[in-house]
Nanobody, 114 residues
């Protein structure tokens, strides 16, 4: 079993920064990809960023250049550094660990005021 706990969300003004953390426990392998998703009110959950084996990263176009995903395998933690935040980044942010099945955390709320 895998448990994921997100933290670091909050209220920030447009242009500000936040760093989200996702701490994983259980049977974790650094080979498996971890990702961040978000869901805004009334919208479907959307993928934001992935970090795969070897540290290969990929990003949603609208966040590329502003967000950075990283991973500390020793701590089983993945981070999402979010800079130049915009009101449209407001959402509940989730991390996902992909193994034989997908594991999800409970989410952390990010609210960006204009």
């Amino acid at each position: 079993q895998v448990q994921l706990v997100e933290s670091g969300g909050g209220l920030v003004q447009a242009g500000g920064s936040l760093r989200l953390s996702c701490a994983a426990s259980g049977t974790i392998s650094s080979i498996n990809a971890m990702a961040w998703f978000r869901q805004a009110p009334g919208k479907q959950r959307e993928w934001v960023a992935t970090i795969a084996s070897g540290g290969i990263t990929s990003y949603l176009d609208s966040v590329r250049g502003r967000f950075t995903i990283s991973r500390d395998s020793a701590k089983n933690t993945v981070y999402l550094q979010m800079n130049s935040l915009k009101p449209e980044d407001t959402a509940l942010y989730y991390c996902r660990y992909r193994a034989i099945r997908d594991y999800w955390g409970q989410g952390t709320q990010v609210t960006v005021s204009s």
